[in-house]
């Protein structure tokens, strides 16, 4: 179960300089096409913080041809809480309720400004939690179900609220998105893969799930996805899924698209079909590698957005590209 005092930084590790705290504050401009990400990693013991923000509307492959990257990897971390922070790359979050509702700031640069709030839609949803997620007990080398989150994750659908200013243009937020949390270990070197998605269709309809897949797959050819774990967020309850797949086709080593079939812990079936709007490599932190795209999903006759990522380590491209 996620108490409220999971919103603060946790005890820290004597010893440890890996320890690491993150959140993650991502939604959609769909009248832009385009989707927003702001990132960050705190690594207490060394008293710094690696935080990447973008926005992106584009399809490209190389993270310099998107509207707007910003990737820091030794901000100071100072004496702030979790729940009020600045960071010097201009990045403000404020939690005003735990794990409810953060209030959220970029102002750095004239290519972009955010001013959004985030509000929860539903309870945190707490992957280690058996109640919530029947595949609590799993185990794996994938990134979602490994050591990585072993001290805590939880994920968090919500509605964004407020404005953005991108590149000249100003956008009124009425979003949703997916947010997370985790702490733990978190190594520079990831052997496993995820296959990270959410799929927004209303304020009372969502789904988030994470895969895992074999990264030895050659470029162009479709990736099998296998669920970690996830859930569905209707009316404000959550379900976790107990089993689920997909299939992913690619160019090269972005989605073009994927088709997913979930089952919920009561039985029920959901098929979603995701066509990708958008597509360019994120690097969230040193050694790892994000194929990201923004998605127009279809579910039941309802058409939704949402991200989709495919992480990889950087030891998996010298396999998929021998020289």
């Known amino acids: 179960m996620i108490l409220d005092n999971d919103a603060e930084f946790h005890e820290l590790p004597a010893g440890e300089p890996l320890w690491a705290e993150t959140n993650y504050f991502g939604f959609e401009i769909p009248q832009a096409s385009a989707h927003i990400g702001l990132y960050s990693l705190f690594r207490p013991n060394l008293g710094v913080v690696n935080s990447a923000i973008f926005a992106n509307s584009r399809k490209v492959t190389s993270g310099w041809e998107i509207d707007y990257w910003d990737h820091r990897a030794y901000l100071p971390l100072r004496k702030q809480p979790l729940t009020n922070f600045t ?25 972009l400004d955010v001013e959004v709030t985030f509000e929860a839609l539903m309870a945190p949803f707490d992957m280690h939690d058996a ?35 991108l590149r000249g243009s100003r956008y009124e937020v009425d979003s949703l998105s997916t947010m997370d949390h985790s702490w733990g270990v978190r190594s520079e070197y990831q052997p496993g893969t995820m296959t990270w998605l959410q799929a927004h269709f209303s304020r009372d309809l969502a789904v988030h799930a994470m895969f895992q897949f074999d ?29 689920g797949a997909g299939r992913t086709e690619r160019n090269g080593l972005y989605q073009v698209r994927t088709t997913l079939d979930l ?43 949402g991200t989709s990522s495919d992480f990889y380590d950087y030891s998996h491209f010298t396999k998929l590209f021998p020289g």
């Not at 039985?267 to 932190?285: C, K, M, N």
């Open 263 to 305: 089952v919920d812990a009561d039985d029920r079936e959901w098929h979603l079909v995701g066509e990708s709007i958008t597509q360019f490599p994120a690097e969230y932190w040193p050694g790892s590698m994000s194929m990201m795209v923004m998605k127009k999903w279809t579910m039941n006759n309802l058409t939704g957005h």
């Open 87 to 111: 960071l010097d790359n201009g990045l403000t979050v404020v939690c005003r309720e735990p794990n409810r509702v953060w209030d959220i700031s970029f102002h750095n640069d004239v290519a």
């Open 215 to 243: 990264p030895t797959v050659p470029l162009d050819q479709p990736l099998d996805l296998d669920l970690t774990h996830g859930y569905l967020m209707r009316n404000g309850s959550v379900i976790g899924f107990k089993n």
């Open 131 to 165: 109640e919530m997620n029947p595949r609590a007990k799993r185990t794996g080398t994938d990134l979602s179900a490994s050591a990585l989150w072993a001290g805590g994750h939880f994920d968090l659908t919500g509605k964004v609220t407020g404005e953005v200013t």
